[in-house]
């Protein structure tokens, strides 16, 4: 089972601009199946609630975006973790886009 995030009515901002997904030993992750490259990159995620910070997992092209540039997330994906007693959330998507006419400079 897969669980979706709506991020309707959520202004997402680039917070930290896109980098490779190492794996421990400094390596480009990539996708298991496709072979596509992965990519990490961190947003700001705001609504009427507050803010948040998280990383979204991206695969295939390098996600054109810059920081502080608003952008749309297609398909973001909570995956819970659990590994050496330590938990947590993995964010993917299936792409990053700009918005468009947005721009934070």
Request: proline share 4%; hydrophobic share 35%; net charge positive.
């Amino acid at each position: 089972m897969k669980l979706y995030v709506d991020t309707t009515g959520k202004q997402v901002t680039v917070s930290k601009g896109t980098e490779p997904k190492n794996d421990q030993n400094g390596n480009q992750r990539s996708e298991k199946g496709t072979g596509r490259l992965m990519w990490a990159t961190q947003v700001f995620v705001l609504d009427e609630t507050g803010g948040e910070v998280i990383t979204i997992t991206t695969a295939g092209e390098k996600p054109n975006v810059t920081v502080g540039q608003l952008v749309s997330v297609e398909q973001l994906e909570a995956i819970p973790w659990a590994t050496n007693g330590r938990n947590g959330v993995a964010f993917r998507a299936v792409s990053l886009k700009p918005m468009s006419g947005a721009s934070g400079k």
